[in-house]
């Protein structure tokens, strides 16, 4: 079964890190370019990041952009999201999504089942 | 405010058709044929249902429709059924620094 599982959602302090793991299971990782995808208690989805099939090409939305860093290990199936400077606005559930091929221009087409971030004093 | 607009909510009688719109600019849906439905019920993850503005995934119904005119895409549904009340997500590729941009989502309600 093609499966993403999302772990090392928490309660953080405003101005803390928090690290997010995305493992892959039932396809072949290393083929498939990545994103995270965020979604507010309540509100619609945003697009966070999104890294290539080897890493050499990576994007960021404008309001996670020097804040957060993507990166993935291929050997062992695995996505990350570094997130550094937490704010209020990041509490959300956050997604691991399969892009469709190896293109940043290929849908969503495998989601995990999230892992929830919350930012509060 | 989201990028694209999708009207809040829509609903229908089973059997019937509606038609979910999905309004961006030709730096998004009008620049590209990279428009994107999702499906999501309360609590769960986002289900892709149209990729490319017309192709489904294998195993969608086909029910499921997508469609593009200029800066605007829709989703149709055909004889719904009770199952598709579920919030819907477009989503489209984007020349702007942010890669992808979603609509703020319509809520299906089958009546």
């Known amino acids: 079964e093609v499966q993403l599982v999302e772990s090392g959602g928490d309660l953080v302090q405003p101005g803390g890190s928090l690290r997010l793991s995305c493992g892959a299971s039932?396809?072949?990782?290393?083929?498939?370019?990545m994103n995270w995808v965020r979604q507010a208690p309540g509100k619609g989805l945003e697009w966070v990041s999104y890294?290539?099939?080897?890493?050499?090409?990576?994007y960021y939305a404008d309001s996670v952009k020097g804040r957060f860093t993507i990166s993935r290990d291929n050997a062992k199936n695995s996505l990350y999201l570094q997130m550094n400077s937490l704010r209020a606005e990041d509490t959300a559930v956050f997604y691991c999504?399969?892009?469709?091929?190896?293109?940043?221009?290929?849908?969503?087409?495998?989601w995990g089942q999230g892992t929830m971030v919350t930012v509060s004093s | 405010q989201s990028a694209l607009t999708q009207p809040a909510s829509v609903s229908g009688s089973p059997g019937q058709s509606i038609t979910i719109s999905c309004t961006g600019t030709?730096?998004?849906?009008?620049?590209?044929?990279?428009v994107s439905w999702y499906q999501q019920h309360p609590d769960k993850a986002p289900k892709l249902m149209i990729y490319?503005?017309?192709n489904r995934p294998s195993g969608v119904s086909n029910r499921f429709s997508g469609s593009k005119s200029g800066n605007t895409a829709s989703l149709t549904i055909s004889g719904l059924q009770a199952e598709d009340e579920a919030d819907y997500y477009c989503?489209?590729?984007?020349?702007?620094?942010?890669?992808?941009?979603f609509g703020g989502g319509t809520k299906l309600t089958v009546l």
């Open positions: 030709s730096s998004d849906v009008g620049g590209y044929n990279y």
């Open positions: 999504a399969r892009a469709s091929g190896s293109s940043s221009r290929n849908a969503f087409d495998i």
């Open positions: 490319d503005v017309t």
């Open positions: 039932g396809f072949t990782f290393r083929n498939y370019s």
């Open positions: 890294i290539s099939i080897n890493s050499g090409t990576i």
């Open positions: 989503s489209s590729y984007t020349s702007s620094s942010t890669r992808w941009v």
